[in-house]
T-cell receptor, first 113, second 109 residues
Framework: DAMVIQNPRYQVTQFGKPVTLSCSQT?????MYWYQQKSSQAPKLLFH???????NEADTPDNFQSRRPNTSFCFLDIRSPGLGDAAMYLC????????????FGPGTRLTVL | GQNIDQPTEMTATEGAIVQINCTYQ??????LFWYQQHAGEAPTFLSY??LDGLEEKGRFSSFLSRSKGYSYLLLKELQMKDSASYLC??????????WGAGTKLIIKP
């Protein structure tokens, strides 16, 4: 089945220790997104890619970086995680044209100790 | 600014009907999504409206009025598994999704 895969599902890191979250997709969608979601809040868009074109949201902290080496894979790097970065990180994909539905991976729950 | 408003929490009884409302103010409009999100899981697609009117899909229906900036999600014959958060999201003029904070729906036996 075509899908969006995220690894790991749960990640524990120490304050200040870099961490990388990964996302892969078999849907062959052009657009990939990284969201941060905290409890009872809306997903917050961090970045998105139209193919290799990178789009950084204005309020995304510099501590967050992203890479998309090819159509299928996308990575989220958190250079120096703080306690406030503990959240669920969601990867999603979509087509460029309608339907614009976003397909989500299962998410990575990040804990910062 | 852009804004999506939904009630924070609603409670309903198993077997009943519930309507979750969403109002929006966005820069442009290119469609509205409803997603379901169970606790600790990713959102899953429920419905998409781009024209005014009602879209029905099994027990779930979604309504849109663009002139009023208003949508609702109607859930019929509620089941315990429908306990989840329901997120309204609008596609703005830049084709970006603007998300509401979600409505937590609690189903009681």
């Amino acid at each position: 089945d075509a899908m969006v895969i995220q690894n790991p599902r749960y990640q524990v890191t120490q304050f200040g220790k870099p961490v990388t979250l990964s996302c892969s997709q078999t849907l062959n969608h052009n657009v990939m997104y990284w969201y941060q979601q905290k409890s009872s809040q809306a997903p917050k868009l961090l970045f998105h890619y139209y193919d290799k074109d990178f789009n950084n949201e204005a309020d995304t902290p510099d501590n967050f970086q992203s890479r998309r080496p090819n159509t299928s894979f996308c990575f989220l790097d958190i250079r120096s995680p703080g306690l406030g970065d503990a959240a669920m990180y969601l990867c999603a994909t979509s087509r460029v044209r309608e339907p614009l539905e976003q397909f989500f991976g299962p998410g990575t729950r990040l804990t910062v100790l | 600014g852009q804004n999506i408003d939904q009630p924070t929490e609603m409670t309903a009884t198993e077997g009943a009907i519930v309507q979750i409302n969403c109002t929006y103010q966005t820069s442009g409009f290119n469609g509205l999504f409803w997603y379901q999100q169970h606790a600790g899981e990713a959102p899953t697609f429920l419905s998409y409206n781009v024209l005014d009117g009602l879209e029905e899909k099994g027990r779930f229906s979604s309504f849109l009025s663009r002139s009023k900036g208003y949508s609702y999600l109607l859930l019929k014959e509620l089941q315990m598994k429908d306990s989840a958060s329901y997120l309204c999201a609008v596609v703005d003029s830049n084709y970006q999704l603007i998300w509401g904070a979600g409505t937590k729906l609690i189903i009681k036996p």
